[in-house]
């Protein structure tokens, strides 16, 4: 794994740690995509520290049982006209 990408992993692992950001909200923080963060957070990680990995899973976990609150809220502003 080239180095620029193990710094990364760890950055974004970091950042979702402090903040329980999404995937999404961590991909524009860090100028890559959805799919990028998903791989870093899932295949690279493990390899790098297993401990922080599953730190960072219980983090991804609670976003994604969440989502679909956060998709409801989204639509009701949408047709409220709300931004």
Request: zero cysteines; charged letters at 35%.
């Amino acid at each position: 794994m080239q180095e620029y990408i193990r710094r990364r992993v760890l950055e974004v692992s970091a950042f979702l740690l402090n903040t329980s950001a999404t995937v999404r909200q961590a991909a524009r923080v860090f100028g890559v995509s959805k799919s990028t963060i998903h791989k870093d957070m899932t295949e690279r990680l493990p390899r790098i520290n297993q401990q922080l990995a599953r730190k960072v899973r219980i983090v991804l976990d609670h976003n994604k049982a969440e989502r679909h609150l956060r998709g409801g809220e989204a639509t009701r502003r949408k047709y409220r006209g709300e931004n």
